[in-house]
């Protein structure tokens, strides 16, 4: 007979790619309280990195760690030297977020601040890092007059009446059903919105290939202005119309817009910005 396995899908915190698992139900099983690691090494969710995923004895997962800390400990050390000798207006580069915060969670503040999510890093200890310095970093990003919108903030309960991180991500998810919710440990307790992060994502890695950390936050300035740029002229096409259906509506962006690729994934988005930040009654006119 053959033995029981929990499923988990976690994300790597380098580069946000998820896979589900099946790990031995036996490893939960001994561990009524605390925490269970789990190593996952190279191709079991992504080809480059390894990772120590930290699940509850429910197999819910709390967070991820480096296989190797001082390894982790020294990259952190380099870019935050990097930061202070070459970011011109912030505390921190890209880098050094996603080291801190993981991929996943970097994506998901984008996503929340472009699209007005109110969000909340939920942690038993004070934040580590400074929030206003936090929010300055996401919402100069974003142009007027969308800028400064919402605000990333913090939920901090008490471990000793909350011993188990996982009971208590699910009580702030409950309570907080329209709210982007992550924690400290890489790990992103939920996502609000129905569409996807591939957008956010691929402006990421885009910007990660630039080595000046100045440029990678040009990047994904620039990627952001032409997305609300199309999102713009969508709801301008959209008045001049009486009735359009989807797929002559994102040919005619095509054609419009000469900067960026318009298909599916790009509509679904452009809907809910134009939804979260504009009205829904215009989106009434596509068939």
Known sequence: MSEPFKIIRP????????????????????????????????????????????????????????????????????????????????????????????????????????????????RSEEPEINLADLNEYFDKMIPEPYRNSVKIDVITYDNEIYNSPGYYYTLCANKRTRAYLLNPRRHVIQMPWRTSIAYESNIINYALQKEDPNDQYKVLADSIQRFILDSEVTEQKLKEVKKISEKNLIKMLDKELTLSTINKDRMSIIKEFLVRRKSSDVLSKVK
Do not use: W
Not at 52 to 70: H, M, N, P, T
Not at 76 to 99: A, G, P, Q, T, Y
């Open 11 to 122: 994300a790597c915190p380098k580069c946000g790619i998820m896979k589900l698992l099946k790990i031995p139900r036996s490893v939960f099983d001994h561990k009524t309280y605390g925490f269970v690691k789990i190593q996952v090494p190279k191709g079991a969710v992504c080809q480059d990195h390894q990772f120590l995923v930290i699940a509850d004895s429910q197999a819910r997962i709390i967070g991820y760690e480096a296989i190797d800390k001082a390894i982790s400990l020294e990259e952190e050390r380099r870019e935050e030297m990097l930061v202070k000798d070459r970011v011109k207006d912030f505390k921190f580069s890209l880098k050094s977020l996603i080291n801190k915060f993981g991929f996943n969670s970097v994506a998901g503040f984008i996503h929340a601040k472009l699209f007005k999510y109110d969000t909340y890093i939920v």
